[in-house]
T-cell receptor, first 118, second 112 residues
Framework: GAVVSQHPSWVICKSGTSVKIECRSL??????MFWYRQFPKQSLMLMAT?????????EQGVEKDKFLINHASLTLSTLTVTSAHPEDSSFYIC??????????????FGPGTRLTVL | GNSVTQMEGPVTLSEEAFLTINCTYT??????LFWYVQYPGEGLQLLLK?????DKGSNKGFEATYRKETTSFHLEKGSVQVSDSAVYFC???????????FGQGTRLTINP
């Protein structure tokens, strides 16, 4: 149980285009989803926290107009990288917490999406 | 702010060797501490956790003890297997918070 999927698993796009990444909780309802970015050989950096039906909360330094997050249902959140540039190339990972989870709110992670902007 | 520092990899060991991956943290109050593992081609999975001082988390032969006096949460396993090859992340969540703060990850390779 508690499986999170991401689609696509990898994407290559041209500079200036927009790319949408989906994050789905397959067998549970997720009250909160998180989006992370991971650079090669570096740690996961939290970009934003999204709750179903409300606006995402972005971490300091993350451009909300560039990284659009929509959390339309309890099983789906999307991250859209708008007007992508080569510096946006990275590994994007989402996670979800289970509705009604224990106090420590275990996060279940997707397998990640590799974005390459040419 | 809160932060996690873990030993740099890569770490390469022979099968049945003893493993220690060091992790120290900086946080106010009483954070919860976690070890996540990422196997090749898969998402991060929770390996073990500890939510208060002196708690010991354990799973699949791995152990880590929450040491508040040394602000550490070192991961240990007495006898590693080839299947333990993965990237290991130490993480914390501040008291009352959902957000996770990760260490930089340690790549572990076990040779037969």
């Amino acid at each position: 149980g508690a499986v999170v999927s991401q689609h696509p698993s990898w994407v290559i796009c041209k500079s200036g285009t927009s790319v949408k990444i989906e994050c789905r909780s397959l067998d549970f309802q997720a009250t909160t989803m998180f989006w992370y970015r991971q650079f090669p050989k570096q740690s996961l950096m939290l970009m934003a926290t999204s709750n179903e039906g409300s606006k995402a909360t972005y971490e300091q330094g993350v451009e909300k107009d560039k990284f659009l997050i929509n959390h339309a249902s309890l099983t789906l959140s999307t991250l859209t990288v708008t007007s992508a540039h080569p510096e946006d190339s990275s590994f994007y990972i989402c996670s979800a917490t289970l509705a009604g989870a224990a106090s420590y709110n275990e996060q279940f992670f997707g397998p990640g999406t590799r974005l390459t902007v040419l | 702010g809160n932060s996690v520092t873990q030993m740099e990899g890569p770490v390469t060991l022979s099968e049945e060797a003893f493993l220690t991956i060091n992790c120290t943290y900086t946080a106010t109050g009483y954070p919860s501490l976690f070890w996540y593992v990422q196997y090749p081609g898969e998402g991060l999975q929770l390996l073990l956790k500890a939510t208060k001082a002196d708690d010991k988390g354990s799973n699949k032969g791995f152990e880590a003890t929450y040491r508040k006096e040394t602000t550490s949460f070192h991961l240990e396993k007495g006898s590693v297997q080839v299947s333990d090859s993965a990237v290991y992340f130490c993480a914390l969540s501040a008291q009352g918070a959902q957000k996770l703060v990760f260490g930089q990850g340690t790549r572990l390779t076990i040779n037969p």
